[in-house]
T-cell receptor, first 114, second 113 residues
Framework: GQQLNQSPQSMFIQEGEDVSMNCTSSSIFNTWLWYKQEPGEGPVLLIALYKAGELTSNGRLTAQFGITRKDSFLNISASIPSDVGIYFCAGLTLFTGGNEKLTFGTGTRLTIIP | NAGVMQNPRHLVRRRGQEARLRCSPMKGHSHVYWYRQLPEEGLKFMVYLQKENIIDESGMPKERFSAEFPKEGPSILRIQQVVRGDSAAYFC???????????FGDGTRLSIL
């Protein structure tokens, strides 16, 4: 089955630093999504990418959909305490007939050191 | 501004009992998805439903698990004769259409005693 490898697994950074994480896959995806999950809550959508090569920003967040459709990265600039959480990449595959499912990466846990 | 609503937030069951997890999608969304998450792991797809139809259940265990999304009312994920290994967080997501992003509820945390 499809697998998404996300790295790094965890990051410990100081407030104000920039963050970069990425996701790679052995398979092609039609859409890449980045979610953030905080303890006790569901994943919250941060950015959606629909086209290969697409670069999209959402405030301090920037994400790109790789040209090969097999990878994506997420950057967070000037991190703040509320950025703490687990970040998941997710790939969406559309099958014939409209079936679809999200395949999630293993997550990157972001911790900000005071 | 109602998002995806799941209840209960926490559910405790003894082995052998039944667990029923409910999900009300966002207003206007007719596509519902169920995922399961174990601690320190990503979410794993279970089943995808549209109103009254199961579209893809390739991630759902063949036995004891079932899902429905009736014409009226919430989607239900039902686990019969629960076992310890069923303990997990179960998340529901909904979308407007197949090519639109999925929005998640806050999950139901199922604990089996």
């Amino acid at each position: 089955g499809q697998q998404l490898n996300q790295s790094p697994q965890s990051m410990f950074i100081q407030e104000g630093e920039d963050v970069s994480m990425n996701c790679t896959s052995s398979s092609i995806f039609n859409t890449w999504l980045w979610y953030k999950q905080e303890p006790g809550e569901g994943p919250v959508l941060l950015i959606a990418l629909y086209k290969a090569g697409e670069l999209t920003s959402n405030g301090r967040l920037t994400a790109q959909f790789g040209i090969t459709r097999k990878d994506s990265f997420l950057n967070i600039s000037a991190s703040i305490p509320s950025d703490v959480g687990i970040y998941f990449c997710a790939g969406l595959t559309l099958f014939t007939g409209g079936n679809e499912k999200l395949t999630f990466g293993t997550g990157t846990r972001l911790t900000i050191i005071p | 501004n109602a998002g995806v609503m799941q209840n209960p937030r926490h559910l405790v069951r003894r082995r052998g009992q039944e667990a029923r997890l409910r999900c009300s999608p966002m207003k206007g969304h007719s596509h519902v998805y169920w995922y399961r998450q174990l601690p320190e792991e990503g979410l794993k797809f279970m089943v995808y439903l549209q109103k009254e139809n199961i579209i893809d259940e390739s991630g759902m265990p063949k036995e004891r698990f079932s899902a429905e999304f009736p014409k009226e009312g919430p989607s239900i994920l039902r686990i019969q004769q629960v076992v310890r290994g069923d303990s997990a967080a179960y998340f529901c997501a909904s979308s407007l259409s197949t090519d639109q992003p999925q929005h998640f509820g806050d999950g139901t945390r199922l604990s089996i005693l």
